[in-house]
């Protein structure tokens, strides 16, 4: 899974061929460390369909603000630089982030 920051969000997702997953965390989010285990299994699994990135939003505030993340855990996936879907909050749920990742590969 590729960690990404503010400087390298633009090239590897807003500008980058195909379909990206994009796991929105922070260090303090105790939902969010709950999903990394699943998320990097579901990276395991798909990384050869979509690209796995993750963008820790506490080093990148005005970032997580400019895509809309108000609230987390957010889990994305965009294609052609456009955020095309989301689960938000209690919506990340193990079943709900794996049936959004087989909609898209």
Not at 19 to 42: G, K, N, R, W
């Amino acid at each position: 899974m590729l960690e990404l920051d503010k400087d390298t969000f633009e090239p590897e997702v807003l500008n980058a061929d195909g379909t990206i997953f994009v796991d929105f965390y922070s260090d303090s989010c105790e939902p969010c460390q709950a999903l990394m285990p699943t998320v990097h299994a579901l990276a395991d699994k798909y990384g050869d369909k979509l690209k796995f990135t993750k963008l820790n939003t506490m080093k990148a505030r005005r970032l997580a603000i400019a895509q809309k993340v108000m609230g987390l855990p957010v889990m994305a996936i965009y294609k052609g630089g456009e955020k095309i879907e989301e689960l938000v909050k209690d919506d990340c749920t193990e079943e709900a982030i794996e049936k959004m990742i087989q909609g898209h590969i």
